[in-house]
């Protein structure tokens, strides 16, 4: 694989969700590596903040923009204030939510059609709107954070593996689709990462269950197969490798310490 590869001058990065977490990682390690980065938040404000402090850190251009990945009309915005800033080489679909809820459960009807709408269709509407754009230029890579919930299931959270697991099946034919094209398209799939979304969970469960928040970090760390929660520097390092590679449809999966490739896809077609 590559380690030298950059989005074509005067184009950026795009990383959804990179207000938080895993976003803001692979954002920061972009702006790190000299790569202009638009990061998205639904606040227009936070992510603007958000991005203005990672620019002062980085010394990288980095800009902010509300977007709701959920809304087609946030979308439309989004593409068309996009145009003041940079065409869009190398998008990071991030943004996601994760609840619980038992599968029984009559609530989970809709719980399931909101995390679609989220993990699913969000990566979906990105791509219709930024990926003609690659496919015309003959270039770009789509890294899509997608998690251990794509490979596997896992209990009271059937609405949230059920998107994840729509997300990789997606994913999987696009990525055969564009590699002839010159477009990657590929995959991260993390065991508990530390970032917010999990403190989140570590709470929930803390108040069903009582148990201390240490206990329940461990437990979580635990069931890892690496046995500790995955860093948000590894999935930063891991989706930049991806950006970088010269194959689509590859699958990483990151289980806390270390980063398999469980697929290595197809070579992509020359520019
Ligand atoms: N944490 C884990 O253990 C883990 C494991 C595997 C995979 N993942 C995946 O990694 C991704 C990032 O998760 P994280 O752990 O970094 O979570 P996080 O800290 O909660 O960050 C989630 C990000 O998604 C954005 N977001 C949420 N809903 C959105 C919407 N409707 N439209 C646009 N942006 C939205 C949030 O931005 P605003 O709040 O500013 O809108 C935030 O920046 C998710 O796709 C998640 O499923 C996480």
Redesign the pocket.
């Known amino acids: 694989m590559s380690a030298e590869l950059t989005p074509l001058d005067g184009t950026a990065a795009l990383v959804?969700?990179?207000?938080?977490?895993?976003?803001?990682?692979i954002a920061r390690a972009l702006l790190r590596a000299g790569t202009p980065v638009a990061?998205?938040?639904?606040?227009g404000d936070?992510?603007s903040g958000?991005a203005q402090a990672l620019q002062e850190e980085t010394g990288t251009e980095c800009a902010g923009f509300a977007?709701?990945?959920?809304?087609d009309g946030?979308c439309a915005d989004f593409v068309r204030a996009l145009e003041g800033f940079r065409p869009i080489e190398w998008l990071v679909?991030?943004?996601?939510?994760?609840e619980t809820m038992a599968s029984a459960s009559p609530g989970n009807l809709d719980l399931a059609r909101r995390l679609m709408?989220?993990?699913f269709f969000?990566p979906m509407r990105l791509f219709a709107a930024l990926g003609p754009g690659m496919l015309e230029r003959g270039g770009g890579r789509v890294v899509q954070?997608?998690?251990?919930?794509s490979l596997q299931g896992y209990p009271y959270v059937s609405s949230?593996v059920a998107s994840?697991h729509a997300l990789m099946g997606w994913t999987r034919s696009a990525a055969l689709e564009c590699a002839p094209k010159g477009v990657g398209v590929s995959a991260?799939?993390?065991?508990?990462?530390?970032?917010?979304?999990?403190d989140?969970?570590i709470e929930t469960m803390r108040e069903k269950t009582g148990r201390s928040e240490e206990d329940l970090r461990a437990f979580?760390a635990a069931q890892n197969p690496g046995g500790a929660?995955?860093t948000?520097r590894e999935?930063a390092d891991a989706a930049m490798e991806l950006l970088r590679s010269d194959r689509s449809g590859a699958v990483y999966e990151?289980i806390g310490g270390s980063t398999a490739v469980i697929e290595e896809g197809v070579l992509i077609g020359a520019r």
């Open positions: 959804t969700g990179g207000t938080s977490g895993i976003g803001a990682a990061i998205t938040g639904r606040d936070r992510a958000a977007l709701d990945v959920t809304d946030s679909n991030n943004a996601g939510v994760a709408e989220v993990n969000g954070v997608a998690s251990s919930a949230y994840k991260l799939c993390p065991h508990y990462v530390d970032t917010p979304m999990t989140r969970s979580l929660l995955v948000v999935v990151l």
